[in-house]
């Protein structure tokens, strides 16, 4: 039976539902597939603190170092969260040849491209489907199935905080209660920064329009509204005229220009996007072959996020990597990243 070691970086909501999920599985994973996914390391913060999830105490570290640069270890996930740190960790791997798997939507969509040459440079691989809407496999989809088709366009709900926030609102809660129920039902981080102000969704979009159009747009240059200034009266309004008000990251092609946006839009009922409640997340694709597809589920939480994870580990057992779609413009050639990035403005 072959085995491959797994380094582990956070042990949090993520990190220990991935690890949860392996203790369970992973006798039926090597049943299954012939090979073994064992958890060897854990680097974390604070090693003596209570955990949720029942870790032994010996596999857990501080040293990063020491699994980074352990030739016996094959995989590295990476779920600190957060950027320098985990870009240092993920990039170190892959030039070390090592797998990695990461829910890191903010390192990804920032540094795709690099991360994406030193892959190819080390021979390693690099899997997030994490990253974007959990427990959906919206860039397995777009990377396998719809890769002979070309995207038109995509939009969805990809922010779950901010979409249960909407809802209670939608049900006549003021904002401070809807806040306050999101927070104690843990969809809001400790600082909600990035889920109110539409940044969360833009690094989403940015990941999405990559494999969809073959163009990488930094989130930065991401036109982005968030709910901040959405008030309960606004969603009252909206309700009485028949609209509920969603976050809605977009992407459009038109002409061979691509233009990405988030921001709050009042979608008319009957709208498919509008009846998607609380923290669940919805894409739709257009494609011209295939036509308008939907794809729904829980874009957030331990275990969705978790299975996201084990099901990228078991792409790497099937020795599968993402494909690189060809820029979406007919016969133009590719421009560099900076010079893309001015279409999304
Ligand atoms: N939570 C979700 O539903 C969700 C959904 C999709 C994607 N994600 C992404 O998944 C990642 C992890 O999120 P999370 O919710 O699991 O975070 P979390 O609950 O805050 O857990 C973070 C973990 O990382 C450890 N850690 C933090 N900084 C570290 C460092 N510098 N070195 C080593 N370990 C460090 C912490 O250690 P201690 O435990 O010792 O403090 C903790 O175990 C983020 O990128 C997030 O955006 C999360």
Do not use: W
Not at 9 to 33: E, H, K, M, P, W
Not at 146 to 154: A, E, K, P
Not at 209 to 228: Q, S
């Amino acid at each position: 039976m072959n085995t491959l070691n797994i380094g582990l970086f956070g042990c949090g909501t993520v990190g220990g539902g991935v690890y949860r999920i392996l203790d369970a599985q992973s006798g039926g994973i090597a049943a299954q597939t012939g090979t073994r996914l064992d958890i060897t390391r854990i680097c974390v913060l604070h090693p003596d603190k209570e955990r949720d999830v029942a870790v032994p105490r010996h596999l857990l570290t501080t040293d990063g170092d020491s699994i980074l640069d352990d030739p016996a270890i094959d995989i590295i996930i990476e779920v600190i969260g957060g950027e320098q740190e985990a870009l240092g960790i993920i990039s170190r791997a892959l030039v070390n040849g090592k797998k990695v798997v990461t829910a890191n939507k903010v390192v990804i969509s920032k540094y795709l491209p690099l991360l994406r040459r030193l892959e190819e440079l080390h021979g390693g691989r690099l899997f997030y489907g994490a990253s974007v809407c959990g427990s959906v496999p919206i860039l397995k989809v777009i990377d396998e199935t719809l890769i002979t088709d070309r995207v038109r366009s995509l939009r969805g709900v990809v922010n779950g905080s901010t979409n249960f926030i909407l809802s209670r609102l939608a049900e006549g809660s003021s904002k401070d209660a809807a806040l306050a129920l999101a927070a104690a039902n843990g969809f809001l981080e400790a600082d909600p920064t990035a889920d109110l102000s539409g940044a969360d969704a833009a690094h989403k979009l940015s990941i999405l329009a990559f494999h969809a159009f073959g163009r990488h747009i930094v989130p930065e240059l991401i036109p982005t509204i968030g709910i901040d200034l959405v008030t309960a009266e606004h969603v009252a309004e909206a309700r009485a005229r028949g609209y509920t008000i969603k976050l809605v990251a977009e992407a459009l092609e038109i002409d061979g220009v691509l233009k990405l946006s988030v921001a709050p839009r009042a979608l008319p009922d009957g709208d498919s996007l509008a009846s998607v409640q609380d923290e669940v997340n919805i894409i739709e694709v257009v494609c011209d072959g295939v036509g308008t597809q939907r794809f729904t589920g829980r874009g957030a939480g331990s275990l969705p996020t978790a299975n996201a994870v084990v099901t990228d580990l078991l792409d790497i057992l099937a020795d599968r990597q993402y494909r690189r779609r060809p820029a979406q413009r007919g016969a133009e050639p590719e421009k560099p990243v900076e010079e893309e990035n001015l279409v999304a403005a």
